[in-house]
């Protein structure tokens, strides 16, 4: 008799996998919380052929993800239980058969307060909604975790199946710079809740959105309404802090709510796009409130994560063939944020899948070369002086003159902001590029967009789109 096959007579199925749940239980303690289930909670144990014992995982990226770095430690913990001797382990693609069936989650949403109307009143404009919708695409199965975002996705981990608020992390305010996955995690986190603890009221809005349900109660003298309605609610997300600064009736009621739901120990969770210190246009009671628990900041992408997203949302895509070269060479230059990195990717597949033809790097250079080349390519103030002239309807010239009529003397200030905002430039030298200026008019400027954006909307989306413009 072979020898394998005494070893297999002699350690029954139970035995293999009970040792595969102790070597995966040490893997938790050993990578943390956030690494085990994004990559290894995933491996199941599926089986033994002979000395073989076989682990499965969903995907073949994440198979490739696992051996290339965790393997030897795996291989390491394996060997040293007793159980295990004389085994080997194999990880296979597919699904095993202790996996449940995933649920999509793209049923209504029940206890995510997403969509239903706060007031019985027949209201049927879309400003009945008091919340916002959730993407089904941003869970946590679909988020990748790196270095860059370890610490804010253990954090919404924490808060999203812990059932009562989490000590120290309340609020959890997540920030960071645009496209790297805030509202990724604050959906995943309702999506999880809504999965596991349909009991639980969760509230997701943006901070527009909540200002905008605030205007519209105070205008239909229903603010005792809105007030006990954000009051019932036992987890509340508002996306996008950094919108109601500089509106001060909105700060009040918001930082009235942010009270009474962390004195009632109700969940709060907040993002923005810097930390709560760097906040202007805050008030100091709010500002030093949203920094009371746990802050924690997504920063930017690495080139390892980069590959990771790809990777991922590569394995969604089905029967898309893309070279590693290709991969690789997106997230190489694709660095500013993930929203562009899958918007380029999304690109290729799409030129690819139109013309018939296999991805190639020299398609994927050829399809992405505006992109690229508008990455590469620095703004200069004369860009801008161009755009906005061009935007608002007046001439270069005007850009350079000392005319005050606000028909020329705003635009001239949005220039002056976008100067600032997008170039190295120093206040001085922007100054001299608008007709010999003072720094301080520059800086003026600056400040009266920044307020003007806080408080009009309109206007704000305006400058938005000249930078989107400029900056693509
Ligand atoms: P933010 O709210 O910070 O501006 P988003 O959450 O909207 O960014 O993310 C932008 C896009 O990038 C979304 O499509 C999101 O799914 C994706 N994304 C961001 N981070 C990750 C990640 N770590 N894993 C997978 N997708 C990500
Ligand atoms: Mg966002």
Known sequence: MPLHAQITAAVPQDALAAAWDRVSARLQTLYGDAVFRSWLKPLRFAGCEGEKVILSVPTRFMREWITSHYADEIRSLWAKDPDAEGYVLYITVGQAPARAPEKKPEAPVSNVISTGSWQAAPDTSDTAQMGAPLDPRYTFENFVVGKPNELAHAAARRVAETDKVVPGCNPLFLYGGVGLGKTHL????????????????????????????????LRFKEAFAFKEYFRSVDVLMIDDVQFI??????????????????????????????????????????????GWGLVADIHATTYELRLGILQ???????DIEIPQKVTEFLAHKITSNVRELEGALNRVVAHATLVGRPITLETAQEVLRDLLRAHDRRISIEDIQKQVAAHYNIKVSDMHSARRSRVVARPRQVAMYLSKKLTSRSLPEIGRRFGGKDHTTVMHAVKRIEELMAEDGEFARDVELIEKMMRS
């Open 186 to 217: 604050m959906h995943a986190i309702a999506w999880h809740i809504r999965k596991n603890n349909p009991n639980r009221r969760v509230l997701y809005l943006s901070a527009e959105k909540f200002m905008y349900q605030f205007i519209k109660a």
């Open 245 to 290: 600064s500089g509106k001060d009736s909105t700060q009040e009621e918001f930082f009235h709510t942010f009270n009474a739901l962390v004195d009632q120990n109700k969940q709060l969770i907040i993002s923005g796009d810097r930390s709560p210190s760097d906040l202007d246009g805050l008030e100091e009671r709010v500002r030093s409130r949203l």
């Open 312 to 318: 991922s949302k590569i394995e969604l895509m089905r």
